[in-house]
Each structure stands twice: as structure tokens, then as C-alpha cells.
């Protein structure tokens, strides 16, 4: 843990499409492999060394898909319900740039836009993704998440998309919780927009001893959350990833190949650069980001900062510009970073980087210790008032204060109030918009 805007992909996008497939695109991730932590990062980053060892060990119809290619072409996916009446059908051109549907949105570029509609079983239309925010799911709503200023806005909108969530723990250590039923509950339940895979690439049982096995875990998330239309952070949990550059290459040109096309998921590159120089992680986060974008992927990537994701500011003086929809990590732990970070974080917002908070914590700086739920929700106010996205740290049972559950809690979620800490109950409070 231990922490501008696109044309012509988002013109041509359908990301419908890609929900109907993605059984297929996930089945393509079974091939890469990476590394660390031995959870001695426990909690969070803040330049503050972590608790040690892991608290827990891990324990209706059917979609038809025709698709062709070519000169403008239809492409439609039909899904029926078990009633079979026509669920969602979405029609797109490849080839041509054409847009086939029958309405036609554009952006704030100028480009055309995707239209879907989705329809229930009576042949009433549902959902509609054009010129604003419409639907049902975060994700119907939307679509594909772009940069815009130091903003995340939508595909079809440029109205600010804060997201609000639970990071889970690290995969190798936390991955009884790595099920739909969980990835189900925090959504019904707690009315998440997001949730975060901690794939743990060092450390025991880690990516780099056991990558099916993780990478396997982080396909059940994607999964799911793709179910639910909620996005989902696929993070390489690691502090040293600059040493495991060419295993994370492999692994996102794997994950981008499969999940271009799935406007749900987002790429965090990098969780927490400890003392490497920010020109360190900018080369390593580059070649990543080629290798993403090199299989036609434009999804949003979320890249850290030196010193536990603290430094945007630092970032900022020297951004990343060879590629776009880029978006900065921010990490705090509110018993130990206040008014000094959130300084630093306007810092880089004044420059013109948008953020995302993909960790953070109610606690101190190593998941332990006392919280602090006034500095908590200080730094809520902060985030809202600046439209950044967040997932807290962590779903996990570990006995530690930044534990969303008590030892022993249900692995299939549907957990009780007495299933909660303090600090779980209390964000779950936080999360619904």
C-alpha cells in the first residue's frame, strides 16, 4: 500500500460494447508477471515506515456478439434478459469513423461522441449517454473517464467526476476479500463508485513469486466491477517499481489489450515511489504508459509521486506530456498529513494537474494509530471542493486502525454494523454521493 483532452478514441468508443465482451478481453490477462512489500508498509505512505506482516491471508440470458471490421461496417451487440426481450443493443462503425447510432453527441473538441440506449425488457429505453450525464450506473453516466485542466470529467460531458470508494488491501495478503460478493456490497451497500485492486507485486506470496495467482484476483475485481458498472483501479501496489519496469510493461500491455475497450477501468502505474527522484518515475511511468498506449488503450492512468505519492507539487514542475489522460496520485493519512500536503496538492492543482486520491486513511501515515476524523474530514472537504476521486485504505480485517473491518468479518460481504471498525463505519458514511 504504502502509498487534455482526448479525440478521436473517445469519438469512437463503445464502451457497451465492451461490457458485452469483456468475459473475452479478461480472458486475454492470463499470460504476464511482477513484485514486493512484505506489508511492512502496513498502511499508508507519508514517508512515515509501516506496520509489518499481513493481517490476513487469502484465502437470465445469455449476451450474442457479431462484430465485423472494415470499411464501416456495423458492428452490434445484442444482450437479451431472461425473458428474452432485448436488453441493450448498441450499433457502431469501425473503419469509417462514421457513428452509427442513431443520435449523435459531440464533446466539448468538437468531435462526435457516443450515443447508446439500452433498453428493459418491455423495449423501453433506459439509459442514454449523449450530450451530459445520463443513466444508471456511474459508468453508463460517464463512460470512458478523461483529463480536462486539472479536472477528471466525463466522455460526453465536461462536468468534474468525483469518484468515491474502498481500496482493498494488498492482493497477496487481503485477497479473501477479492470477490464479487464484496465488490456487490460495496456498491448496494455502501454506494461505491470505484473500488481499487492492490495487486502486491513484492513481499511474500507476492506477483513476483505468484503473478497468475494476483493477476487472477485482480480479474475478479475488474469483473465484477464491470458487472455493476462501477469503475475500478487496477494498481501495481508497489514501492520499488522502477526495478520491476519490464514485469509492469509486460503487464499493462497485457491489461490494456484486454481492457481497451472497458470504459470501467483505470490504470494506476505506480502506488508509492518512496525515495526515487521524480525523473525516475517519470521515465518508468512513460514507458508504461507507451506500452498502454501502444494497444489502442486510452483509459485514464494514475501515476505517483516521489516520497509516498505526497510530491504532485514536484510533479507538476515537470509533467508527463508524451502522452494525455494522465491524472497525479495523492496520498494522505489524516493522523499525520494536514494543511502542509493539502498546500502542496493545491500546488500542483494550480499548475494544472488533475489528482486522484487512490489511497488514504483515517489514521497515521502506517495504518495504525490514532484517528483523527476531524483532519478526516477536513481533508473530504478538500477533495470535494476540488473534485478529486478517492478510495480509502483498506477492505481488509487486519487489527489495525485503518481497517474498514473486524478481524473475522465476512468474506462474502453483507456485513453488519458490528462487522465495521470506527473507521469503517465512518467512511461508509462518507461514500454515497
Not at 505506480?270 to 494497444?295: D, H, L, M
Request: hydrophobic residues 35%; glycine residues 12%.
Amino acid at each position: 500500500m504504502k502509498n487534455d483532452s482526448l479525440r478521436g478514441r473517445f469519438a469512437r468508443s463503445r464502451w457497451s460494447f465492451g461490457l458485452a465482451v469483456v468475459a473475452l478481453q479478461a480472458a486475454m490477462l492470463a499470460g504476464c508477471s511482477d513484485a514486493p512489500d512484505d506489508g511492512s508498509s502496513g498502511g499508508g505512505g507519508g514517508g512515515t515506515e509501516a506496520t509489518t506482516g499481513p493481517g490476513t491471508t487469502t484465502g437470465g440470458g445469455a449476451p450474442t456478439t457479431t462484430a465485423t471490421t472494415g470499411a464501416g461496417e456495423p458492428t452490434t451487440t445484442t444482450a437479451t434478459t431472461g425473458t428474452g426481450e432485448p436488453a441493450t443493443t448498441t450499433t457502431a462503425t469501425t473503419g469509417t469513423g462514421e457513428p452509427a447510432t442513431t443520435t449523435t453527441a459531440t464533446t466539448g473538441t468538437g468531435e462526435p461522441a457516443t450515443t447508446t440506449t439500452a433498453t428493459t425488457g418491455t423495449g423501453d429505453p433506459t439509459t442514454t449517454t449523449g450530450t451530459g450525464p445520463m443513466g444508471n450506473t456511474p459508468v453508463e453516466r460517464h463512460g470512458f473517464l478523461r483529463v480536462m485542466g486539472n479536472r477528471i470529467v466525463g466522455e460526453t460531458h465536461t462536468e468534474p467526476v468525483q469518484l468515491k470508494g474502498m481500496s482493498l488491501f494488498w492482493s497477496q495478503w487481503g485477497g479473501k476479500y477479492y470477490n464479487a460478493n464484496v465488490v456487490n456490497t460495496l456498491v448496494d451497500d455502501w454506494g461505491s463508485t470505484v473500488v481499487r485492486a492492490a495487486m502486491g507485486i513484492e513481499g511474500e506470496d507476492g506477483y513476483l513469486t505468484n503473478a497468475e495467482t494476483e493477476k487472477a484476483k485482480v480479474r475478479t475485481i475488474v469483473d465484477a466491477a464491470v458487472a455493476k458498472g462501477i469503475y475500478v483501479i487496477i494498481d501495481w501496489h508497489d514501492h520499488n517499481a522502477d526495478m520491476h519496469a519490464e514485469l509492469a510493461k509486460s503487464y499493462f500491455r497485457e491489461a490494456a489489450s484486454a481492457y481497451k475497450d472497458v470504459p470501467n477501468v483505470i490504470f494506476e502505474v505506480f502506488n508509492e515511489p518512496v525515495n526515487q527522484s521524480w525523473s525516475t518515475v517519470k521515465g518508468y511511468a512513460e514507458a508504461v504508459i507507451g506500452e498502454i498506449r501502444g494497444q489502442g488503450a486510452n483509459n485514464l492512468v494514475i501515476v505517483g509521486s516521489p516520497n509516498w505519492s505526497q510530491d504532485a507539487d514536484v510533479a507538476s514542475r515537470d509533467p508527463i506530456t508524451r502522452y494525455q489522460n494522465i491524472a497525479y496520485t495523492l496520498h494522505f493519512y489524516a493522523n499525520t498529513h494536514r494543511g502542509f500536503l493539502r498546500d502542496k496538492a493545491t500546488t500542483a492543482l494550480n499548475a494544472g494537474l488533475a489528482l486522484f486520491a487512490t489511497e488514504w486513511g483515517t489514521c497515521s501515515a502506517d495504518g495504525n494509530g490514532q484517528l483523527d476524523l476531524n483532519e478526516s474530514q477536513t481533508w473530504l472537504d478538500f477533495l470535494e471542493r476540488n473534485h478529486i476521486g478517492w478510495a480509502n485504505w483498506a477492505l481488509n480485517d487486519k487489527a489495525e486502525a485503518c481497517s474498514a473491518l473486524n478481524p473475522n468479518a465476512r468474506e462474502t460481504g453483507g456485513w453488519s454494523s458490528n462487522d465495521l471498525t470506527q473507521s469503517g463505519a465512518w467512511v461508509k458514511s462518507k461514500i454515497p454521493d
